[in-house]
T-cell receptor, first 111, second 116 residues
Framework: GESVGLHLPTLSVQEGDNSIINCAYSNSASDYFIWYKQESGKGPQFIIDIRSNMDKRQGQRVTVLLNKTVKHLSLQIAATQPGDSAVYFC??????????FGTGTRLKVLA | DGGITQSPKYLFRKEGQNVTLSCEQNLNHDAMYWYRQDPGQGLRLIYYSQIVNDFQKGDIAEGYSVSREKKESFPLTVTSAQKNPTAFYLCASNDPGHPTGNQPQHFGDGTRLSIL
């Protein structure tokens, strides 16, 4: 069953192209940021994180960029594959146990 | 494998009934959380627990209750007082005391609750 919104913004990319998913966060005091991937009917899966004292962090095929000036976070996926199709959302930590989650972007990979 | 197990995957509630959602983790995490996910919205915090025998209300605790008698377990009860319980419920855990100070939450695969 569908576990996330049916009316989320959608990004469609061709297989093999790079994807960029954006997120605006709300709290300038947030010190830690996380990107999650959520497939239909499943729980969110951790992709990559970044601390507020960094502006870029790279993982395998993924890069997160943080721009604190404009409170903007982006997730770049290189060589997008069909298995990357999912909803992606960001989270910010505003306190030790306080996380604020974005509503998400649906990524569709076109063959 | 280490992880978080939620059960059941699907649950139906009758009028006036309380139902309990199970969440078990074997990650040895101190902190556990319950979130509610509705279409078009970000996850909203229902309750969280920092440690055994402790729990705190989140942003939408009304109509819900929890217990934390064991480190591994954090069950959520949806009471009859919750008038709009239909949602996808997610349990998470993490270790805020980790030396790096930055630990993402790990999530279970959720329980979908519907009204009969």
């Amino acid at each position: 069953g569908e576990s996330v919104g049916l009316h989320l913004p959608t990004l469609s990319v061709q297989e093999g192209d790079n994807s960029i998913i954006n997120c605006a966060y709300s709290n300038s005091a947030s010190d830690y940021f996380i990107w999650y991937k959520q497939e239909s009917g499943k729980g969110p899966q951790f992709i990559i994180d970044i601390r507020s004292n960094m502006d870029k962090r790279q993982g395998q095929r993924v890069t997160v960029l943080l721009n604190k000036t404009v409170k903007h976070l982006s997730l770049q996926i290189a060589a997008t594959q069909p298995g990357d199709s999912a909803v992606y959302f960001c989270a910010e930590r505003g306190g030790t146990y306080k996380y604020i989650f974005g509503t998400g972007t649906r990524l569709k990979v076109l063959a | 494998d280490g992880g978080i197990t939620q059960s059941p995957k699907y649950l139906f509630r009758k009028e006036g009934q309380n139902v309990t959602l199970s969440c078990e983790q074997n990650l040895n995490h101190d902190a556990m959380y319950w979130y509610r996910q509705d279409p078009g919205q970000g996850l909203r915090l229902i309750y969280y627990s920092q440690i055994v025998n402790d729990f705190q209300k989140g942003d939408i605790a009304e109509g819900y209750s929890v217990s934390r008698e064991k480190k591994e377990s954090f069950p959520l009860t949806v009471t009859s007082a919750q008038k709009n319980p239909t949602a996808f419920y997610l349990c998470a855990s993490n270790d805020p005391g980790h030396p790096t100070g930055n630990q993402p939450q790990h999530f279970g695969d959720g329980t979908r609750l519907s009204i009969l």
